[in-house]
């Protein structure tokens, strides 16, 4: 195949499609830059979005730009383009995680298989309410766990007692975040109610994303209005019993967390595609004290990136995205 030298209006629809992908708090850590004369789109972290209470090393940031990345490939086979992904070309530029060139061809193989998943893109929300009793069959656990391994990533199911302690983790790491002035600042400065202006925001988490606080049984979801009084949101029992998976690389590094990103994000529109409502948690992933209790000792996780929820309950809503001019140039 022929590399192509897309044009800017085909760049501005690829990065339109790549920037409906989830990440730590909304944040979008993500910038594009267009190259016309070669047809290259690079993908870049954006240092102004990083965390550096909760996210020091820049683990989650690679996260949130691998599902951009991955959405960018979907986008691209939906216009019958060939993504040819290069991570971390540039040794001398820690900020440019990805480069990328096309070519044409039809949407056949694994072309085929991300063009199905385009219209779950912005179907994808995460929701932080009640799952239902039933569980996630077999068969559609062996496709996630299959969407994983094609990223070059693992999906695991724990059995109950793993679940227990990961649970366990979650509140430990909810608990000490809560104790730390500073992480409590950082995490409500991406976080905000109406008064805070949700109207005009195009980040972080609004107050309708926050779902109802958890009644009874402890919950894995991450509680945004933590200390806050938020009008109008109620309570709910949430699931006993929670169905969650665990991704994991086998290495621990920038390429790993870039392959994990994108991992995460297939599976999720492979979910979203199967009727199922997802959420993720990384707040024990968050401390390195917590972090390797969360992998299952009889599962050869490796390094664990992502806890994820599965279940069927209520899709969460939309969340703001920045528009793409805020994230997109064109350089010569």
């Known amino acids: 195949m022929t590399t192509l030298h897309i044009d800017a209006d085909t760049a501005v629809t690829l990065v339109a499609d790549a920037i409906t992908a989830p990440s730590m708090h909304n944040a979008q850590p993500w910038r594009f830059v267009f190259r016309p004369a070669t047809g290259v789109i690079e993908l870049r972290g954006d240092p102004e979005r990083a965390m550096p209470r909760s996210d020091p090393d820049h683990r989650s940031l690679h996260l949130g730009c691998g599902a951009a990345l991955f959405n960018l490939r979907v986008s691209a086979s939906r216009h019958r383009l060939d993504p040819h992904v290069a991570l971390l070309p540039d040794a001398s530029d820690a900020w440019l995680l990805a480069s990328v060139t096309f070519d044409g061809g039809p949407a056949t193989g694994e072309g085929g298989g991300l063009t199905a998943l385009h219209g779950a893109l912005r179907r994808r929300h995460t929701s932080r309410h ?24 693992r999906l695991t199911v724990p059995d109950g007692w793993h679940t227990e302690t990961v649970l366990a983790l979650v509140h430990d790491a909810e608990y000490q975040e809560n104790a730390d002035p500073p992480t409590r600042a950082e995490t409500a400065a991406w976080t905000h109610t109406a008064a805070d202006g949700a109207g005009t925001r195009r980040d972080g988490i609004p107050t309708r994303a926050f779902g109802p606080r958890a009644v009874g049984v402890p919950s894995l979801v991450r509680d945004f209005g933590h200390g806050r009084t938020v009008p109008g949101r109620g309570w709910a029992t949430f699931e006993k019993h929670p169905q969650i998976a665990l991704l994991g690389t086998r290495g621990d590094g ?51 990136q992502m806890v994820l929820r599965l279940g069927y309950g209520p899709s969460g809503p939309s969340t703001p995205r920045r528009p793409v001019e805020e994230v997109f140039e064109v350089m010569a």
């Open 130 to 153: 009640p799952f239902a009793d039933e569980h996630v069959p077999p068969a559609l656990m062996d496709g996630l766990r299959a969407a994983a391994r094609l990223e070059g990533c």
């Open 254 to 304: 920038r390429t790993d967390w870039l392959h994990a990103g994108q991992a995460l994000e297939r599976l999720l529109l492979q979910a979203t595609t199967d009727g199922l409502a997802t959420s993720m948690t990384s707040q024990p992933l968050e401390r390195k004290e917590l972090r390797w209790t969360a992998r299952d000792p009889l599962a050869a996780v490796g390094h664990v």
